[in-house]
């Protein structure tokens, strides 16, 4: 899969490029993925760089948006990704009958409106992220409801989390369902160990995060990111600043037990999902 462009790099390998539109089908599911999937490969026969490519792509996103789409395509998905990764995360936190104290790391309350739907949820609410939640119609649907939902945290750029934001042992569950592919590398074992900080002795860290290991996988991966972000209508200057640093499963809960968790050796994937998208547990002793 050697090439500079990712995106002819995954459309121009059979393999990859089915893969690719098992992806469309799977996990990304905001436009009808045989017209998504022609459109890419199309734009990437006709482009000679991935900016030329994605910025045609998103230029065309009209032509293949149904009518009503985010009530069709999207919202359905969204219900359907909650409760999936809601019943994991549950399988892997075992008989808890009650979280006191939550965040969740990189949304603006996708996961936590499902998973108090499921289990007792008493305690503070954080959500720690790059945005705040907006009473857009998006955020309305990430969230379920039209109320802002628990108190938002600036994610500040992977800085370690401030003990005047939140206090040292006071949650029972920290989740990051986006992993930590996009925290910069000289901040990574910071702003782990500030997770482990927040978290009650016996606290979870359930992360999610691609299990990459070899360099066409990488590709792979970082080109589901990139059309993510062609889907959602982000600039091309939004993209190429969107640092991306993948490993393994294995490397990920290295780094996170020096900080002083413990693996609890669980690995959940999601059926179908080509981009091997894998739920891990992590027990602060």
């Known amino acids: 899969m050697a090439n500079t462009s990712e995106f002819k790099a995954v459309f121009n390998d059979t393999k990859w490029s089915d893969d690719f539109y098992r992806f469309l089908q799977v996990i990304f599911h905001l436009y009808p993925e045989d017209k998504f999937h022609q459109l890419i490969k199309e734009e990437t026969a006709i482009g000679k760089t991935d900016e030329e490519i994605y910025k045609s792509v998103q230029s065309k ?9 985010e009530l069709t395509y999207a919202l359905p998905a969204l219900k359907k990704q909650k409760k999936e990764i809601v019943r994991q995360t549950l399988g892997l936190l075992g008989d808890v009958k009650q979280i006191s104290g939550y965040a969740e790391i990189g949304s603006t ?7 108090r739907k499921e289990i007792k949820v008493t305690g503070p609410i954080y959500l720690i992220n790059d945005l705040a939640p907006t009473n857009s119609p998006g955020d309305i649907m990430e969230r379920g409801q039209l109320g802002k939902l628990g108190n938002f945290v600036d994610i500040n750029g992977y800085n370690p989390i401030s003990s005047l934001t939140i206090p040292d042992a006071s949650l029972d569950v920290v989740t990051c369902y986006i992993g930590l592919h996009h925290c910069p590398v000289a901040k990574l074992d ?20 691609h299990n990459v290991k070899t360099p066409e996988m990488a590709t792979f991966v970082s080109l589901v990111h990139t059309v993510f972000n062609v889907g959602l209508n ?5 993209e190429a600043r969107d640092f991306k640093n993948f490993k393994s499963a294995d490397e990920w809960a ?23 998208n894998t739920l891990m547990l992590f027990t602060k002793i």
């Open 61 to 69: 996103l009209k032509s293949i948006k149904p009518f009503l789409s």
């Open 109 to 115: 309350g996708r996961y936590i409106s499902q998973l």
């Open 190 to 209: 910071g702003f782990v160990e500030s997770i482990y900080r927040i978290l009650r002795p016996g606290g979870s860290f359930v992360i999610r995060d």
């Open 234 to 238: 982000e600039t091309w200057e939004f």
């Open 254 to 276: 290295a780094i996170i037990e020096q900080a002083g968790f413990k693996d609890a050796g669980k690995r959940i994937l999601q059926d179908k999902d080509p981009s091997d």
